[in-house]
């Protein structure tokens, strides 16, 4: 069995006395102690196996967490981790610090005011954080070491936007000279929250968070796809390992994963009220052609939609959830004007399956298919039969498993309805709007 923290300590020695170690041993170590962490605090090592990791020699902290194609990625520097780190498991401490801040979403939130006030931001960030760490190395952010900096008391475990607000407050407020006034920072701890120039030790640079350093094109993509790493991360986690994670944290991912309430039905049934489709005859206006002509019916704007209704047929839908879904299209026979035409697919759009019902009693109640899961025959359906968004509006009921990518051939007049609301859509970037059937929008 390796001894990780005999080999860490080996390999540290030999980069801090050579100032120019083994970069690949480097990145051994950081491979290890993640590996380390899934034994000992599940959640934060499976969050950081799904964290794509990248060298960067010349970086002068420890680690960095960038933008890559609206994804996070873990920059690291070997020699500043030997640096920082002096033991095996202060290392493991730093890189969970590094898992909060995804799990808090500190990259997406302050990505434009770390551009302004980086020094600031990195405080009030990493002071939220490290409470929920233990066994950093001495003279990391903490309470005890922000605090005199400070004139107002920060609170204990709060969110890293209060502390912000309270540092900001700090650096524009006057200095009061009265005796028996609060204890103010000397001038040089003053000029530390002013200028920027800070003694305290640095686990990771926040400045690659700023949209300009690219990589980060789409704030929405980039948010869903942090919720969703974060997400997979817990829902690997087994409930020993869920036990170990702070409650702070654990509200926070239940957060995310938990959709609005909505009714899904209404918003779909006012959606389609408000898309304009064509023009219909009507009495209440005049003919405009032939106005003198009072028995001719003048025109006005249909607001229905065709709807189609592509329903998941796949070997990875059980009967139930099948059944489940259908009733979904049962009800909105009695919500809708429209007459709706429903669609079986699995790999194909089921050619001769396809029905129109303008009752709940018209709609099958019977599988078609079984195969896999293809999202692209359905936008290839509606193109063959030259839907466009003005006359169309499609809705897709499935589970979410299908490829990655879709050729939308234009159409994107899509609501994609998942079965539970666990259940995450394969296909990104998202085409339409997603919902959940016991739950609400999750993805724009």
């Known amino acids: 069995m390796i001894n990780h923290a005999a080999e860490y300590a080996q390999w540290r020695q030999a980069t801090l006395t050579t100032r120019s170690g083994d970069v690949t041993a480097g990145l051994t170590m950081v491979t290890r102690a993640v590996i380390d962490l899934l034994a000992r605090d599940q959640f934060y090592g499976e969050l950081l196996t799904r964290l794509p990791r990248e060298l960067a020699v010349n970086q002068t902290a420890p680690f960095a ?36 801040h995804v799990v808090w979403q500190h990259p997406l939130r302050y990505r434009q005011r770390v551009l302004r006030q980086p020094e600031l931001v990195r405080l009030a960030t990493d002071l939220a954080v490290n409470q929920y760490v233990t066994g950093l190395p001495a003279g990391m952010t903490g309470l005890a070491t922000v605090q005199p900096l400070v004139a107002t008391r920060l609170p204990l475990k709060a969110d890293s936007g209060t502390y912000l607000k309270l540092l900001q407050r700090q650096q524009t407020s006057p200095q009061p000279s009265q005796a028996g006034k609060a204890p103010q920072p000397s001038d040089k701890q003053q000029s530390q929250v002013s200028t920027g120039h800070q003694p305290l030790s640095v686990i990771d640079d926040p400045q690659p968070w700023a949209e300009q350093a690219g990589g980060l094109t789409n704030p929405n993509l980039a948010a869903s ?65 032939q106005p003198a002509r009072m028995e001719l019916p003048g025109q006005v704007s249909d607001q229905r939609l065709d709807l189609q ?130 739950g609400g929008d999750a993805d724009g």
């Open 65 to 100: 967490l960038a933008w890559r194609d609206n994804r996070l990625v873990l920059k690291l520097a070997p020699n500043a981790i030997a640096a920082a780190f002096p033991r095996f498991d202060s290392l493991q401490a730093g890189l969970k610090h590094v898992a909060l």
């Open 225 to 289: 796809r942090t919720t969703q790493l974060t997400h997979d991360a817990w829902a690997a986690t087994n409930e020993a390992g869920r036990g170990l994670v702070a409650g702070k944290v654990v509200a926070t991912l239940k957060r995310q994963s938990t959709p609005a309430q909505i009714d899904w039905r209404q918003w779909l049934v006012r959606g389609l009220g408000r898309q304009p489709a064509g023009k219909r005859p009507s009495r209440a206006r005049f003919n405009r052609r």
């Open 309 to 438: 209704v592509y329903v998941d047929n796949s070997g990875s839908i059980s009967d139930q959830t099948l059944r489940a879904l259908l009733a979904q299209v049962a009800a909105l026979t009695r919500l809708v004007a429209s007459t709706i035409t429903v669609k079986p697919f699995d790999a194909i759009v089921q050619p001769g399956q396809r029905y129109q019902a303008q009752l709940p009693q018209q709609v099958r109640f019977n599988r078609r298919g079984g195969g896999g899961t293809v999202y692209q025959s359905i936008f290839d359906d509606l193109a063959a039969e030259h839907r466009t968004n003005a006359t169309t509006l499609a809705l897709i009921l499935t589970d979410g498993r299908g490829e990655r990518t879709v050729a939308c051939h234009h159409f994107t007049n899509v609501i994609w309805l998942l079965a539970k609301p666990s259940d995450q859509l394969s296909v990104q970037p998202v085409v339409g709007r997603v919902v959940h059937l016991n």
